[in-house]
Protein backbone atom coordinates (compact mmCIF):
# COMPACT_ATOMS: atom_id res chain seq x y z
CA UNK A 1 0.00 0.00 0.00
CA UNK A 2 1.59 3.18 -1.13
CA UNK A 3 1.98 5.84 1.76
CA UNK A 4 0.18 9.25 1.91
CA UNK A 5 3.65 10.92 0.63
CA UNK A 6 3.60 9.18 -2.09
CA UNK A 7 -0.32 9.27 -3.03
CA UNK A 8 0.33 13.61 -2.75
CA UNK A 9 3.21 13.31 -4.98
CA UNK A 10 1.62 10.58 -7.08
CA UNK A 11 -2.11 10.59 -7.14
CA UNK A 12 -2.44 8.54 -10.53
CA UNK A 13 -1.21 5.53 -8.12
CA UNK A 14 -4.22 5.80 -6.15
CA UNK A 15 -6.88 3.27 -6.64
CA UNK A 16 -9.96 4.18 -8.56
CA UNK A 17 -12.89 5.85 -6.73
CA UNK A 18 -15.92 4.00 -6.01
CA UNK A 19 -19.14 4.60 -8.39
CA UNK A 20 -21.63 7.25 -6.83
CA UNK A 21 -24.65 6.04 -5.49
CA UNK A 22 -27.60 6.81 -6.46
CA UNK A 23 -29.91 8.34 -3.61
CA UNK A 24 -33.46 10.00 -3.63
CA UNK A 25 -32.75 13.68 -1.81
CA UNK A 26 -36.47 13.58 -1.38
CA UNK A 27 -36.41 10.62 0.80
CA UNK A 28 -33.47 11.57 2.85
CA UNK A 29 -35.06 15.80 3.26
CA UNK A 30 -38.11 14.08 4.52
CA UNK A 31 -36.50 12.06 6.74
CA UNK A 32 -34.47 14.80 7.98
CA UNK A 33 -37.71 17.14 8.12
CA UNK A 34 -39.55 14.23 10.00
CA UNK A 35 -36.77 14.40 12.95
CA UNK A 36 -37.23 17.80 13.37
CA UNK A 37 -40.61 17.58 13.71
CA UNK A 38 -40.86 15.03 16.53
CA UNK A 39 -38.06 17.35 18.29
CA UNK A 40 -40.13 20.06 17.68
CA UNK A 41 -43.17 17.62 19.53
CA UNK A 42 -40.81 16.97 22.26
CA UNK A 43 -39.90 20.72 22.96
CA UNK A 44 -42.94 21.94 23.08
CA UNK A 45 -44.13 19.43 25.49
CA UNK A 46 -41.23 20.14 27.58
CA UNK A 47 -41.83 23.57 27.44
CA UNK A 48 -45.60 23.20 28.38
CA UNK A 49 -44.56 21.61 31.29
CA UNK A 50 -42.16 24.63 32.81
CA UNK A 51 -38.84 23.49 31.04
CA UNK A 52 -37.05 26.46 29.50
CA UNK A 53 -36.83 24.91 25.81
CA UNK A 54 -37.55 28.00 24.24
CA UNK A 55 -33.84 28.11 22.21
CA UNK A 56 -34.82 24.08 21.67
CA UNK A 57 -37.90 25.04 19.89
CA UNK A 58 -36.57 27.71 18.22
CA UNK A 59 -33.69 25.45 16.45
CA UNK A 60 -36.33 22.51 15.60
CA UNK A 61 -38.33 25.74 13.62
CA UNK A 62 -35.26 26.58 11.81
CA UNK A 63 -34.58 22.84 11.51
CA UNK A 64 -38.01 22.41 9.74
CA UNK A 65 -37.83 25.84 7.33
CA UNK A 66 -34.25 24.71 5.93
CA UNK A 67 -35.82 21.11 5.72
CA UNK A 68 -38.41 23.02 3.34
CA UNK A 69 -35.68 24.77 1.34
CA UNK A 70 -34.21 21.65 1.00
CA UNK A 71 -37.19 20.42 -0.50
CA UNK A 72 -37.43 23.25 -2.60
CA UNK A 73 -33.96 22.88 -3.86
CA UNK A 74 -34.36 19.58 -4.40
CA UNK A 75 -37.78 19.68 -6.32
CA UNK A 76 -36.11 22.34 -8.98
CA UNK A 77 -32.63 20.61 -9.71
CA UNK A 78 -33.61 16.53 -9.53
CA UNK A 79 -33.01 16.26 -12.82
CA UNK A 80 -29.39 17.50 -12.88
CA UNK A 81 -28.26 15.81 -10.10
CA UNK A 82 -29.49 12.58 -11.01
CA UNK A 83 -28.16 12.95 -14.14
CA UNK A 84 -24.78 12.31 -12.84
CA UNK A 85 -25.72 9.11 -11.61
CA UNK A 86 -27.76 8.04 -15.17
CA UNK A 87 -25.70 5.19 -15.93
CA UNK A 88 -25.75 3.64 -12.74
CA UNK A 89 -28.02 0.34 -11.91
CA UNK A 90 -30.94 0.55 -9.89
CA UNK A 91 -30.88 -1.72 -7.41
CA UNK A 92 -34.47 -3.41 -6.90
CA UNK A 93 -35.70 -3.17 -3.05
CA UNK A 94 -35.63 -6.41 -2.36
CA UNK A 95 -32.03 -6.99 -3.30
CA UNK A 96 -30.74 -4.50 -0.98
CA UNK A 97 -30.26 -6.56 2.16
CA UNK A 98 -27.10 -7.59 2.73
CA UNK A 99 -26.02 -11.21 1.22
CA UNK A 100 -23.36 -11.85 3.34
CA UNK A 101 -25.82 -12.36 6.69
CA UNK A 102 -27.34 -15.29 4.47
Known amino acids: MPTFVTLLLHPDRRRPEPAPLRVDLRAVILWGVALWGAALLVCVVLLATGMPTARGVATCVVG ?39
Do not use: K, M, N
Open 64 to 102: LALGGIGLWWERGHRESYRAGTAELPVVPRDDRRDRTTG
